[in-house]
């Protein structure tokens, strides 16, 4: 798609897959990683010609996840996938390039849904159960979890340049929307 002057937003091109994806994160120059559910791989590579490719890491549970269950964002810079798993309470981060992994779990994050990688190379992960964003490292360590002041914290996104967060939430009725600066 392509947004003009005017805020018009254009499709360019449509692209068929034969996966059903519920997140997606730029991996580089025209591809992308997609979560899947109803697939056979977590994780998947789409790229703007529709080729696609399945993502395999020795760490990733081999299940098909049900919609909504999982997603993932990518650290373009190294190639290093992170993905989460609701009913496993988990971040699995995988390292591409070097083939290496680790399965994060806290207390703080219980029933893991949205996540994103901002450009500083934190990673933002929307713990539902405990009402808050955890802060994780680029080497997959909790570094701080902050409550979000909402019900069902469901997805999370940063400004180009790192200076403010924005999470949405899924409650029933109790929609919201904050936005949020980043003080490192």
Excluded: W
Aim: aromatic share 8%; hydrophobic share 40%; net charge positive.
């Amino acid at each position: 798609m392509s947004v003009d002057q005017n805020s018009t937003v254009k499709m360019l091109k449509e692209i068929k897959t034969s996966f059903s994806c519920f997140s997606i994160s730029l991996l580089e120059a025209g591809t992308f990683m997609v979560s899947t559910y109803n697939h056979r791989n977590a994780i998947c590579t789409i790229d703007v010609d529709g080729n696609e490719g399945d993502v395999q890491h020795q760490i990733l549970p081999d299940k098909i996840y049900k919609v909504d269950m999982s997603a993932c964002t990518v650290i373009p810079s190294n190639k290093t996938v992170f993905f989460t798993d609701r009913e496993q309470h988990t971040v699995y981060m995988c390292d591409m390039k070097s083939g290496k992994g680790r399965v994060i779990t806290h207390d703080k994050i219980q029933a893991p849904k949205g996540i994103y990688a901002s450009l500083k190379c934190d990673v933002f992960v929307c713990s539902m159960n405990t009402d808050s964003i955890v802060q994780l490292s680029l080497l997959g360590d909790v570094i701080a979890s902050h409550k979000a002041d909402m019900r069902f914290p469901s997805a999370v996104s940063v400004s180009r340049d790192g200076s403010r967060l924005v999470v949405s939430n899924c409650a029933m009725g109790q929609t919201k929307m904050k936005l949020f600066n980043i003080v490192y």
